[in-house]
């Protein structure tokens, strides 16, 4: 899949995962778009995290469906839709830039003064040698795992489409009480700079490349309306020197071109005192020039930009199967699961009232399903040996209710899973037990340590029993 796929799969993430109410796209809609692109498959099948093959292409599939059969019918969630973007470059930009680049190589081809040709000028040779320290440096940063540049963040918002003030942060688990744009931005914005900015390096790449394409250029169109003689000086390099430097840096241009490299000439192309004591024709040189320039930056240039470009999908692909997808996978098939099965629900302690079945039928439906049917009964207080000695469980799927209030005992609690568990697995092939921890009666009283630290007592005294354990709360309705 490529980026413009995944922001299509994230955009309806966070629709539904910021549009709780469904006030945007409704549950039954939702449910539709599952039913028709799941393909068989069953959130039970959903045990791989970061995302497997199977689940990307279901969520695409319902992306498309979701964009094709819905969107169109639906003017907020149109808007909505067109206002969930990441950072992406102006073309205009990429254009010009590139234009400026090859420009500068054009004039960074002077051939030197009164037609003749310096084979050691500044501008060719530093062009070649800081295109070879660069790239060096370019192709070790592409084998990092990840990129965060503050320079580039910083350059990305000021020549991008982004928005710059939104924030940047981790895409985990879905927040409660965030927006659908803020959820899109948890989930796209890192990704997006991320990507950006690898795309970025491999734009300046091919720049490099046009830039010595553009001195390629201005040296021959120079070459055809002026004779320039070639000749060398340096203050540094002797003549035996200067043949050591340049038939190393020429050598890969005479093997590709077939032109042999005129070492010889050096001795008396060597400037003296202003004066060479025999120039030598400039076209050989010229056609040196230009093949090393093609050979040393023009195709190793074109050749990073492409491995930047892999690299780029392959690390977005990667980070984006690892965005917390399993459970936004389970809810989403358990939406369409259970047909009309009946799970088994027992309360201990009493029916309690309806706000409470329907807390707790919401809980048996996120696990099994959200066409499954709950069947309440009661275990009364005191009464757990006796029921357990003559329940037989009627269906493989059961859920047990308890108070999360209770401080747990292990001759109380404990011992009645683990008897009902014991019931089903006896009974029932492929039996489940789910124990739901009632919170309703606990609200907003309770602080989060407390919450955590009631929670963590009752998993420590059910664990090793083989049981699931879910929370079940009334929905916030803040």
């Given at each position: 899949?490529d980026?413009?796929?995944?922001?299509s799969?994230?955009?309806?993430?966070?629709v539904e995962?910021?549009?709780a109410?469904g006030?945007?796209?409704?549950?039954?809609?939702?449910?539709?778009?599952?039913?028709?692109?799941?393909?068989?498959?069953?959130a039970?099948e959903?045990?791989?995290?970061?995302?497997?093959?199977?689940?990307?292409?279901f969520?695409?599939?319902?992306?498309?469906?979701?964009?094709?059969?819905?969107?169109?019918?639906?003017g907020?969630?149109?808007?909505i839709m067109e206002?969930?973007t990441?950072i992406a470059?102006r073309?205009?930009?990429i254009?010009?830039?590139?234009?400026?680049a090859?420009?500068?190589?054009y004039v960074l081809?002077?051939?030197?003064?009164?037609?003749?040709?310096?084979?050691?000028?500044l501008?060719?040779?530093?062009?070649?040698l800081?295109?070879?320290?660069?790239?060096?440096?370019?192709?070790?940063?592409?084998?990092?795992?990840?990129?965060?540049s503050?320079?580039l963040?910083?350059?990305?918002?000021?020549?991008?489409s982004?928005?710059?003030?939104r924030?940047?942060?981790?895409?985990g688990?879905?927040?409660?009480?965030?927006?659908?744009?803020?959820?899109?931005?948890?989930?796209?914005?890192?990704?997006a700079m991320e990507?950006w900015?690898?795309?970025?390096?491999?734009?300046?790449?091919?720049?490099?490349?046009?830039?010595?394409?553009g001195?390629?250029?201005?040296?021959?169109?120079?070459?055809?309306?002026?004779?320039?003689?070639?000749?060398?000086?340096?203050?540094?390099?002797s003549?035996?020197?200067?043949?050591?430097?340049?038939?190393?840096?020429?050598?890969p241009?005479?093997?590709?071109?077939?032109?042999e490299?005129?070492l010889h000439?050096?001795?008396?192309?060597h400037r003296t005192?202003?004066?060479?004591?025999?120039?030598?024709p400039?076209?050989?040189?010229?056609?040196l020039?230009?093949?090393?320039?093609?050979?040393?930056?023009?195709?190793?240039?074109?050749?990073?930009?492409?491995?930047?470009?892999?690299?780029?999908?392959?690390?977005?692909?990667?980070?984006?199967?690892?965005?917390?997808?399993?459970?936004?996978?389970?809810?989403?098939?358990?939406?369409?699961?259970?047909?009309?099965?009946?799970?088994?629900?027992l309360?201990?302690?009493?029916?309690g009232?309806?706000?409470?079945?329907?807390?707790?039928?919401?809980?048996v439906?996120?696990r099994?399903?959200?066409?499954?049917?709950p069947?309440f009964?009661v275990?009364?207080?005191?009464?757990?040996?006796?029921?357990?000695?003559s329940?037989?469980?009627p269906?493989?799927?059961?859920?047990?209710?308890?108070n999360?209030?209770?401080?747990?005992?292990?001759?109380v609690?404990?011992?009645?899973?683990?008897?009902?568990?014991?019931a089903?697995?006896?009974?029932?092939?492929g039996?489940?037990?789910?124990?739901?921890?009632?919170?309703?009666?606990?609200?907003?009283?309770?602080?989060?340590?407390?919450?955590?630290?009631?929670?963590?007592?009752?998993?420590d005294?059910l664990a090793?029993i083989?049981?699931?354990?879910?929370?079940?709360?009334?929905?916030?309705?803040?």
């Open positions: 899949m980026w413009n796929d995944w922001q799969i994230l955009r309806w993430r966070a995962e910021g549009d109410d006030a945007l796209l409704n549950e039954e809609r939702r449910r539709e778009a599952t039913a028709r692109t799941r393909a068989g498959m069953t039970d959903v045990k791989t995290n970061p995302l497997g093959p199977r689940e990307a292409a969520l695409l599939r319902r992306a498309r469906w979701l964009e094709e059969e819905v969107i169109g019918c639906n907020s969630l149109v808007r206002r969930l990441t470059g073309r205009s930009w254009a010009l830039g590139w234009l400026a090859a420009a500068a190589g081809a002077g051939l030197g003064q009164q037609a003749e040709f310096n084979l050691l000028a501008p060719l040779v530093g062009l070649l800081w295109n070879a320290v660069v790239m060096l440096w370019a192709l070790l940063l592409e084998l990092r795992q990840s990129q965060d503050p320079m963040t910083w350059l990305a918002q000021r020549v991008s982004a928005e710059p003030d924030p940047l942060a981790e895409a688990e879905p927040l409660t009480g965030i927006s659908v744009d803020q959820r899109f931005a948890l989930l796209a914005q890192t990704p990507r900015q690898r795309r970025f390096r491999a734009w300046l790449h091919v720049a490099a490349a046009l830039m010595a394409l001195s390629i250029v201005g040296l021959y169109a120079r070459g055809w309306s002026h004779e320039y003689r070639a000749v060398w000086e340096s203050t540094i390099l003549v035996e020197k200067a043949q050591l430097f340049l038939g190393t840096l020429f050598r241009a005479s093997a590709l071109l077939g032109v490299i005129p000439e050096l001795r008396d192309m005192g202003g004066v060479a004591q025999q120039p030598s400039a076209l050989t040189w010229l056609h020039y230009a093949g090393s320039l093609l050979v040393l930056v023009v195709l190793p240039r074109l050749a990073l930009a492409g491995f930047t470009v892999w690299r780029t999908h392959a690390v977005l692909a990667g980070q984006m199967r690892r965005l917390g997808w399993q459970s936004y996978l389970v809810r989403t098939l358990r939406a369409v699961e259970g047909g009309q099965e009946t799970v088994t629900v309360v201990h302690g009493g029916h009232t309806p706000a409470h079945q329907e807390v707790w039928a919401r809980g439906r996120e099994f399903g959200q066409m499954i049917q069947e009964g275990i009364p207080h005191g009464e757990e040996d006796d029921f357990t000695a329940w037989k469980p269906q493989p799927r059961v859920a047990l209710v308890f999360l209030a209770t401080t747990p005992e292990a001759e609690q404990r011992r009645l899973v683990l008897e009902i568990y014991r089903l697995q006896s009974a029932q092939r039996a489940e037990l789910l124990v739901l921890l009632d919170a309703t009666s606990i609200g907003n009283r309770w602080s989060p340590e407390k919450w955590a630290g009631r929670e963590k007592l009752w998993t005294l090793g083989g049981v699931q354990i879910l929370i079940a709360a009334q929905r916030s309705r803040s």
